[in-house]
C-alpha cells in the first residue's frame, strides 16, 4: 500500500531562523525554497542520503511551533554524529546506556520557534541494538 512517508512538516515561527538552524546544525540541504502565500514560503529540506523530507512551515494554525516531537534519523555512528552536533554548537547530553541501548538528549527549540519562548522539542540520539541478522543503528528522536 504505502512505501514510505515523503514529508514531515515542523511547525516553526521563523522559518528564515529554523532553516540556518537545520542546514548548519543539524546539515540539512535545501531542496525548495519558494514564496507560497504572503509571510511565507514552501521550505523543503533533507538530510543527506535520508528519503523523507521535512517541510518548514509556518501556515498552520493548529500546529503550533514546538508542537512536534519524535523524529528519528539513523546514523551509523553516535559518538561521532554527538561530537559534530556538539562542535555545531548543540547542547547534547552525555551518551547514557539503556536496556534498548545507547541514547543522548538534545533540545531544537531554535528550529521550532527561532525565539526560544515556546516548549521545547525534546529529541533524542540512540543507538539501539536490535535482536536480529540486521547490524546497530543510531537514532534521533
Known sequence: MFTKIA?????VKDQEAAKTFYTTVLGCQ???????????????????GVETRIVLA??????????????VLITDNI???RSELTQRG????EIKQQPYGQEA????WMAMDGSCNSQ???CELRK????????KDCRFY
Open 7 to 11: 514529508i514531515i512538516t515542523i511547525p
Open 30 to 48: 535545501v531542496l525548495e525554497d519558494m514564496p507560497m502565500m504572503p509571510g511565507s514560503r514552501w521550505l523543503r529540506l533533507e538530510f543527506p
Open 58 to 71: 509556518n501556515w498552520f494554525q493548529q500546529m503550533p511551533p514546538g508542537c512536534v516531537q519524535g523524529i
Open 79 to 81: 559518538d561521532k554524529t
Open 90 to 93: 548543540l547542547a547534547v547530553s
Open 105 to 108: 538528549h538534545f533540545m531544537i
Open 120 to 122: 521545547p522539542g525534546r
Open 128 to 135: 539501539e541494538t536490535r535482536v536480529s541478522t540486521y547490524a
